[in-house]
């Protein structure tokens, strides 16, 4: 599943080719695909003609786009605070946000159409060849400057965001009983890190997934978020993590960034610090991937 680098990525593709755009029309391919919006596709579809898209934002692993009112009379404006709505996205294990084209033929998996009243000649296609993904609207959060939808209200920030409160993160860690991965991947706690990104920044901290997290102190706590920021940002870098075709950018590139992984998918190889074998354990219906020299396990563990 994309992560926050694969989605920041995305986000960023689209500030830059949509964000501002009138929208003509919306076809929905897949009811599945607006499944999280209640009312349905032919009411996603209508509330959505005539409106026009604001600058693309990023929660974790959430896009929304923020959509002026109808008509637009004021092309800057994105709506009121009070009554807003935004397009939310999910892009699940492969949706897939792309800009193509008008006159390009349709993807195998296209479940999504936007179309623009301008003359650019491209168009917005949301494909997701699983559909765990989808397309929803959802009211602001009252009063939020960037129209936060109040669906996704309760997700925590990610370590990216300024406005990241690195105190009451650490509070929260020696709060709960928990290990120190599963705090990584609470949503509630911090948005945006998976699988990949945990372990890789696990390893940077020389830390194992199961370290008890009320044992940690806030010297080390700050220290796992800078390796956490640090391995986003070198995943930005290269255009994010493609382990196959289904994750690409707006422009349907692929990342790069598995080429650079320390931890995540490295089994039996040696780990760049001290050669021992890297191991993998099989974790919550995942894989944690580990050097059992530089991260050992605790004692309570074995």
Same mark, same amino acid.
């Given at each position: 599943?994309?992560?926050?680098?694969?989605?920041?990525?995305?986000?960023?593709?689209?500030?830059?080719?949509?964000?501002?755009?009138?929208?003509?029309? =919306?076809?929905?391919?897949?009811?599945?695909?607006?499944?999280?919006?209640?009312?349905?596709? =032919?009411?996603?579809?209508?509330?959505?003609?005539?409106?026009?898209?604001?600058?693309?934002?990023?929660?974790?692993?959430?896009?929304?786009?923020?959509? $002026?009112?109808?008509?637009?009379?004021?092309? $800057?404006?994105?709506?009121?605070?009070?009554?807003?709505?935004?397009?939310?996205?999910?892009?699940?294990?492969?949706?897939?946000?792309?800009?193509?084209?008008?006159?390009?033929?349709?993807?195998?998996?296209?479940?999504?159409?936007?179309?623009?009243?301008?003359?650019?000649?491209?168009?917005?296609?949301?494909?997701?060849?699983?559909?765990?993904?989808?397309?929803?609207?959802?009211?602001?959060?009252?009063?939020?400057?960037?129209?936060?939808?109040?669906?996704?209200?309760?997700? =925590?920030?990610?370590?990216?965001?300024?406005?990241?409160?690195?105190?009451?993160?650490?509070?929260?860690?020696?709060?709960?009983?928990?290990?120190?991965?599963?705090?990584?991947?609470?949503?509630?706690?911090?948005?945006?890190?998976?699988?990949?990104?945990?372990?890789?920044?696990?390893?940077?901290?020389?830390?194992?997934?199961?370290?008890?997290?009320?044992?940690?102190?806030?010297?080390?706590?700050?220290?796992?978020?800078?390796?956490?920021?640090?391995?986003?940002?070198? =995943?930005?870098?290269? $255009?994010?993590?493609?382990?196959?075709?289904?994750?690409?950018?707006?422009?349907?590139?692929?990342?790069?960034?598995?080429?650079?992984?320390?931890?995540?998918?490295?089994?039996?190889?040696?780990?760049?610090?001290?050669?021992?074998?890297?191991?993998?354990?099989?974790?919550?219906?995942?894989?944690?991937?580990?050097?059992?020299?530089?991260?050992?396990?605790?004692?309570?563990? $074995?």
């Amino acid at each position: 599943m994309p992560e926050l680098p694969e989605v920041e990525v995305v986000r960023r593709g689209l500030e830059r080719w949509i964000s501002g755009r009138a929208i003509a029309s =919306a076809e929905v391919r897949h009811p599945r695909a607006v499944r999280r919006h209640a009312p349905g596709p =032919a009411d996603f579809a209508a509330r959505l003609e005539g409106r026009r898209f604001g600058t693309a934002r990023r929660r974790g692993k959430y896009l929304w786009l923020p959509l $002026g009112p109808v008509p637009a009379e004021d092309p $800057g404006n994105p709506g009121d605070p009070a009554t807003g709505v935004s397009l939310l996205a999910h892009l699940g294990m492969s949706g897939q946000m792309l800009v193509k084209p008008a006159w390009s033929a349709d993807e195998r998996h296209l479940r999504v159409r936007f179309a623009f009243a301008d003359e650019l000649g491209t168009e917005l296609r949301f494909v997701d060849q699983r559909t765990f993904g989808g397309l929803s609207l959802h009211p602001w959060v009252p009063g939020d400057p960037h129209g936060l939808p109040d669906a996704i209200a309760h997700i =925590a920030r990610d370590p990216l965001d300024p406005a990241f409160d690195e105190v009451a993160f650490h509070a929260a860690l020696r709060r709960r009983r928990t290990t120190v991965k599963r705090a990584l991947l609470d949503q509630s706690l911090i948005s945006g890190v998976g699988n990949i990104y945990a372990d890789e920044a696990l390893w940077r901290a020389r830390l194992h997934y199961d370290r008890p997290t009320a044992g940690l102190t806030r010297h080390r706590s700050t220290e796992l978020l800078g390796h956490v920021r640090d391995v986003m940002h070198a =995943a930005l870098d290269a $255009g994010g993590t493609s382990f196959d075709s289904l994750y690409v950018n707006v422009n349907g590139e692929s990342g790069y960034f598995d080429r650079s992984l320390d931890a995540y998918g490295r089994e039996d190889r040696p780990c760049r610090r001290c050669s021992t074998p890297m191991r993998r354990r099989p974790w919550m219906n995942r894989s944690s991937y580990y050097c059992p020299r530089c991260q050992r396990p605790p004692r309570t563990t $074995g």
